[in-house]
């Protein structure tokens, strides 16, 4: 199903560029590296799983997220997926990308609508933070910007690693924590991601209605990120 819905879900401009993910082995440094690190914990079922990725790749393909990349000084990010739930069982779904135009963009949009669903459960969040913190120490390009942007429908639950201490150590090594909030049947939960989840300078909460809404909440988390 989500193989189909590929090439529907790029705008046409990008769809015919999508067919080859960008090679991740690139020289020259980038203006940020991003981790989208989203949930798809036993919470999640298979509609809102799609509503998920596809959000994250019509976001990414977007011109105002397109103009947001261009206007840096290299106009280059990296870019990755990672999907958490279970303690311990984050996993890296789409590897690292440079995205620095129109035709990279829709190659990893492609790549996220396209790669399995990891097997996960419950919300251990401080455990998606420290995989998400070591994929960036391992990323393939240097940054002066470092982020992980972290969605979800629930607080920290199971963690190894509990997540008041993971966003610490992301913090400590330069990265920012922002959170993306699917508030839902969960009124409340931005201001809890707030308190307990974002860390370093200019981090920030941006809510998602719901899973409908994602799209446009990460479009303009996105923007926001990168400029």
């Known amino acids: 199903m989500i193989r189909r819905r590929a090439a529907l879900l790029l705008p046409p401009a990008l769809a015919s560029h999508a067919a080859a993910p960008e090679a991740v082995a690139q020289d020259g440094a980038v203006d940020l590296l991003l981790v989208l690190a989203i ?5 999640i079922d298979a509609e809102e799983f799609r509503l998920q990725r596809e ?3 019509e976001a990414l393909t977007h011109p105002s997220v397109l103009s947001a990349i261009g206007a840096g000084p290299r106009a280059a990010i990296g870019i990755a997926l990672v999907e958490w739930g279970a303690p311990g069982g984050a996993a890296t779904v789409v590897g690292w990308h ?3 135009g129109a035709a990279s963009a829709g190659g990893f949009a492609r790549a996220v609508v396209e790669a399995p669903r990891s097997r996960q459960s419950w919300n ?3 455990d998606a933070l420290d995989h998400s913190a070591a994929l960036i120490a391992a990323a393939p390009w240097a940054a002066t910007e470092r982020a992980i942007d972290l969605s979800g429908d629930a607080p920290d639950m ?8 993971a966003r610490e150590a992301a913090a400590a090594q330069g990265i920012v924590v922002n959170a993306l ?3 839902g049947g969960r009124p409340g939960l931005s201001r809890t991601y707030e308190e307990t989840l974002i860390a370093g300078d200019g ?7 719901s899973r409908a809404d994602f799209a446009r909440a990460m479009r303009a988390k996105l923007v926001r990120e990168i400029a």
Do not use: K
Not at 204 to 209: G, I, L, N, S
């Open 39 to 43: 949930d798809a914990s036993g919470s």
């Open 158 to 165: 199971r963690s190894l690693n509990p997540v008041g201490i």
């Open 124 to 126: 251990a969040i401080g």
């Open 98 to 100: 440079r995205v620095s």
């Open 181 to 183: 909030a699917i508030e």
């Open 55 to 57: 959000g994250c790749a």
């Open 203 to 209: 981090a920030f909460v941006m809510t998602a209605e």
